[in-house]
T-cell receptor, first 114, second 111 residues
Framework: DTEVTQTPKHLVMGMTNKKSLKCEQH?????MYWYKQKAKKPPELMFV???????INESVPSRFSPECPNSSLLNLHLHALQPEDSALYLC?????????????FGQGTRLTVV | DAKTTQPPSMDCAEGRAANLPCNHS???????VYWYRQIHSQGPQYIIH???NNETNEMASLIITEDRKSSTLILPHATLRDTAVYYC????????????FGGGTRLMVKP
């Protein structure tokens, strides 16, 4: 199984809502990532988790709150978002300790903030 | 990570080879060259990577110049399904597996 599964595929939320994006992988990867991608732009790294601990936060606003409850799951909790946060949110995973390897991406959650 | 430069867009006729260039003139000795592609509305997909030797797999070939300052991704027989944005990324071997994406090349394969 070389899949990274993201749910939901689409999400529309109001600026006062709280929602969560979910990401799951069963490849035994201990590094997981969140990226944000605006239309016609490349993906931008948001967070990196290594062995279920947050290792990199690319100065992401606190209205985005990541969580890694176990080695297979990665969540992104959303609260009080702005319309400019509308984007495709991509999750990825990769092995750790082996740096010459590929990352696997999910299909993304397309988020619209209204 | 070293910066990469790619043409913003390219066209290719179906069935012909697609040659996508990438300039990485500031690459250092411990950086690999990776290629990913992103088909519309999907997540990026790994294609191939290399350090200094040319590499080939079932998807593509990667040609890296001897001075490692540039590389070319070759799709030998492009199909309509190869229409995508192709990202060339250079990555420090010991800096984890996170990727820093540049602008990429939007390849349009035409019938």
């Amino acid at each position: 199984d070389t899949e990274v599964t993201q749910t939901p595929k689409h999400l529309v939320m109001g600026m006062t809502n709280k929602k969560s994006l979910k990401c799951e992988q069963h490849m035994g990867h201990r590094a997981m990532y969140w990226y944000k991608q605006k239309a016609k732009k490349p993906p931008e790294l948001m967070f990196v988790y290594s062995y279920e601990k947050l290792s990199i936060n690319e100065s992401v606003p606190s209205r985005f709150s990541p969580e890694c409850p176990n080695s297979s799951l990665l969540n992104l909790h959303l609260h009080a978002l702005q319309p400019e946060d509308s984007a495709l949110y991509l999750c990825a995973s990769s092995p750790t300790g082996i740096t010459n390897t590929e990352a696997f991406f999910g299909q993304g959650t397309r988020l619209t903030v209204v | 990570d070293a910066k990469t430069t790619q043409p913003p867009s390219m066209d290719c006729a179906e069935g012909r080879a697609a040659n996508l260039p990438c300039n990485h003139s500031t690459i250092s000795g411990n950086e690999y060259v990776y290629w990913y592609r992103q088909i519309h509305s999907q997540g990026p997909q790994y294609i191939i990577h290399g350090l200094k030797n040319n590499e080939t797999n079932e998807m593509a070939s990667l040609i890296i110049t001897e001075d490692r300052k540039s590389s070319t991704l070759i799709l030998p027989h492009a199909t309509l399904r190869d229409t995508a944005v192709y990202y060339c990324i250079v990555r420090v071997v010991n800096a984890g597996n996170m990727l820093t994406f540049g602008g990429g090349t939007r390849l349009m394969v035409k019938p």
